[in-house]
């Protein structure tokens, strides 16, 4: 006996269109009758990766899309998306960044922008974002940001991760004192003479992941001792720097993170020479380590298990 699939019942056709991609269930069910139409305006919680603007796709889904994902230079238009959570833009234009405001997507708890070689995000989004802006955002990707011209910000209390590529360390202490609560920071620093002192902060911040990338030299070991002042209580810790000794670092490690469980760390140096003995008697986080060559002149020093 032959059966046809509009004689399911809703119900199993609600289950098989939860297993069915958005873009296939608009162009494989849309229109095809009245019925099939009512069910795929009731879905919910959709995710919606988009590589072209499509206007009649996004006129028939776009409220019900909690996740989306641009993979286009096309302009899309994300007021259209009004209970958007998740935002990941993988070709980030100065358009679609623009429309990134409170009033637009106020439920987003996800923001993740690429990070192309031109492209920053913009003042006025670091500020909404790092100034509460964004009640509901936890985590947040930014790709590039400035150091604000007040530089400062307002509290953004329910944040829990960030990362950001920045031309200056100080962007570090201006995002941890916004962040009461953050919990993972990733930072990357690029090449540039021009920078801000460092201030002398400690500061009792809960951050327990941190990430610092910093291949061009620009910090210095007295740098590096400020900027773990910020974060004493991190668990664990990776870093990428250039031309510091590995061991006067652990020696910094050992004093000023005391709840350090877990660390790993590339270093380009020409010239190293390392006494793992003299390291591993520094403490109980540094009996363990390890010690790699890399190619390039960059060496891998880590406590875990590789």
């Known amino acids: 006996m032959s059966s046809l699939f509009e004689y399911l019942p809703n119900e199993l056709i609600y289950d098989v269109f939860q297993y069915l991609d958005t873009r296939d269930l608009y162009y ?14 009731s879905l919910r919680n959709l995710s919606l990766t988009m590589d072209k603007n499509d206007p009649a796709l996004i006129s028939v889904f776009s409220p019900r899309v909690v996740q989306l994902k641009l993979n286009t230079w096309h302009e899309i238009d994300l007021r259209r998306f009004s209970n958007l959570k998740v935002l990941i833009l993988h070709r980030t234009t100065r358009f679609q960044v623009a429309q990134i405001r409170p009033h637009a997507v106020p439920y987003l708890t996800s923001l993740s922008l690429s990070l192309a070689f031109d492209f920053w995000s913009s003042a006025q989004l670091a500020q909404e974002v790092f100034s509460n802006g964004f009640p509901l955002l936890r985590h947040a990707d930014l790709g590039r940001v400035d150091v604000p011209y007040t530089r400062s910000w307002s509290l953004s209390p329910h944040l829990l991760s960030v990362c950001v590529y920045s031309g200056d360390p100080i962007i570090i202490p201006l995002i941890v004192v916004s ?3 953050l919990r993972s920071l990733q930072v990357q620093i690029f090449g540039d003479n021009h920078h ?3 201030p002398a902060l400690r500061l009792n911040h809960p951050l327990k992941r941190f990430t610092f990338v910093d291949s061009y030299g620009v910090v210095s070991l007295s740098d590096m001792s400020l900027l773990l002042s910020y974060v004493f209580n991190v668990e664990y810790i990776h870093l990428t720097l250039f031309e510091i000794s590995f061991t006067r670092l652990a020696s910094i490690l050992n004093h000023q993170l005391h709840r350090l469980k877990t660390f790993d760390c590339y270093i380009h140096d020409s010239a190293v020479n390392v006494d793992l003995d003299e390291i591993r008697a520094m403490g109980p986080c540094f009996e363990r380590i390890q010690y790699y060559e890399k190619s390039h002149d960059v060496r891998y020093f880590t406590n875990k298990q590789v």
Do not use: D, K, V
């Not at 494989?28 to 305006?41: A, D, E, K, M």
């Open 196 to 198: 801000i002192g460092l």
């Open 179 to 181: 962040c009461p609560y």
């Open 28 to 41: 494989g069910f849309w229109g095809l009758n009245s019925r099939l139409n009512t069910i795929l305006r």
